[in-house]
């Protein structure tokens, strides 16, 4: 499904469609996107403290954002899952994070 999503916006970037949400985020460029993944990475903040509902929505919000943003910058979704890929089964050393609080 991510991958038909990006997919698609990809071909709204190179074929505009009149009226397209996506494409009015694309016209107004780098700062709007990032505008929006961040109010809607503010929003599943807030809806994880609501209704299970609300977080899926809020959720798939913020996906759709960040793969607008990933398309803007013309970063592939495998890269993303490269990156994953090399992260996945290595141990995280936790002790030498900082605490939420001193950040």
Known sequence: MLESLY???IE???QPKEGSYTNYLFDKGLDKIL???GEEATE???AAKNEQDELISET?????HMLVLLAEKNIPLSEIEKE???RQGKLSI???RKEIEDL
């Open 60 to 64: 798939a919000d913020l996906v759709y």
């Open 12 to 14: 709204r970037k190179e």
């Open 35 to 37: 505008k929006k993944v």
């Open 84 to 86: 994953l890929e090399k």
């Open 7 to 9: 997919n698609e916006i």
């Open 94 to 96: 936790t002790k030498d």
């Open 44 to 46: 599943v903040i807030i």
